[in-house]
């Protein structure tokens, strides 16, 4: 009968935890073919919940003498997830390739409906600065400040709105402008990086107010005769700093999401959970502004001709888009 009982006791026993077992055991295999970085953030954080279960249940099975093959299939897999645990460390070069090879391209298309999202806002915004400020010229001065405008306001000659565009020396009213948007742009970034746990709706407003800005510029330039001239001048590095402020844009959407909608956490673990995985966002921004930052103070300011200026425009655009697209698709994406 003592037999009998134990093998009951080692048959509940199994089938209470082996869901989870199973579970812990396809995520070791997984990392022993693949490696570490082939797990999505929510495989992540289960492993070492995983590996912890499956630790505990080794100790009550060999406390209450159950059978040996289900205490040898523990100890192999306590074994097996330790090493994955605590014995995956990899070099800091690994991690930044394994971050731009797939966490960043793959965190994209993960939220990509929030970062499409702040798209539509940058241009809802931009339209809507476009249409009022050509119907009322004065409208610039409330959508565009003094220091943006750095001498460009209606009252402002078309030559000295074109001269503006092609001067390329350093230290001239473009030099300065650059600098000036470029510091703009990552502040409205960042800012709406760190506003999205107010339910998003902060992040929408800054959007839509740096649309405004931009529209009210192209509605001066283009009233002038000039709108091919300035979106060449601003593209080339634009379509980078703005996508870095709609990925921006889109992590704090992604994050005012989560507290609007915790699901089964609650709302501060479901703010916090989202938060880790939309930093990778605000990381690929920061990239991103960096690399605008190299092509406004070089490439820009050395290149006068428009064919080649929007050459480059167009380049930037097809390969962010290809990068976002396929990047890290060697293995089917998981959603957390």
């Not at 870095?244 to 609650?266: E, S, V």
């Not at 820009?300 to 050459?311: D, M, S």
Request: net charge positive.
């Amino acid at each position: 009968m003592a037999g009998k009982e134990l093998v009951l006791k080692s048959t509940q026993f199994r089938r209470e935890r082996e869901a989870s077992w199973r579970e812990l055991e396809a995520l070791v295999q997984q990392v022993e073919k693949r490696g570490l970085g082939s797990l999505a953030a929510n495989e992540l954080h289960r492993l070492p919940v995983l590996y912890r279960n499956a630790l505990s249940a080794l100790g009550v099975a060999s406390s209450i003498s159950l059978d040996k093959n289900l205490l040898d299939y523990l100890k192999t897999l306590v074994a097996r997830a330790y090493v994955c645990v605590y014995g995956q460390r990899r070099e800091a070069a690994s991690t930044v390739s394994d971050f731009f090879r797939r966490r960043w391209p793959r965190t994209v298309r993960r939220y990509g409906l929030y970062v499409l999202a702040a798209w539509a806002m940058l241009i809802l915004g931009t339209v809507t600065g476009y249409r009022m400020t050509c119907a009322d010229p004065e409208r610039y001065y409330a959508f565009v400040d003094e220091e943006m405008a750095s001498g460009r306001s209606p009252e402002a000659s078309t030559k000295e709105l074109r001269d503006i565009l092609y001067a390329g020396d350093k230290g001239n009213p473009l030099s300065v402008f650059s600098t000036f948007l470029f510091t703009h742009n990552t502040k409205i970034g960042l800012v709406c990086l760190a506003v999205g746990f107010v339910a998003g709706v902060p992040v929408l407003f800054v959007l839509f107010e740096n649309g405004l800005t931009l529209g009210a510029l192209a509605a001066l330039y283009s009233q002038r005769g000039l709108g091919p001239e300035l979106w060449a001048w601003i593209l080339p590095h634009g379509v980078t700093e703005l996508t870095a402020i709609a990925l921006c844009g889109g992590a704090g959407l992604a994050i005012g999401g989560a507290l609007l909608f915790p699901g089964r956490r609650t709302r501060l673990d479901s703010v916090a959970h989202r938060g880790r995985e939309v930093a990778v966002l605000g990381i690929g921004a920061i990239v991103m502004f960096f690399i605008a930052g190299l092509i406004e103070g070089f490439f820009r300011q050395l290149v006068l001709t428009g064919t080649l200026r929007w050459a480059l425009a167009a380049l930037t655009l097809a390969g962010w888009s290809l990068y976002f697209f396929f990047g890290g698709r060697e293995r089917d994406d998981r959603r957390p």
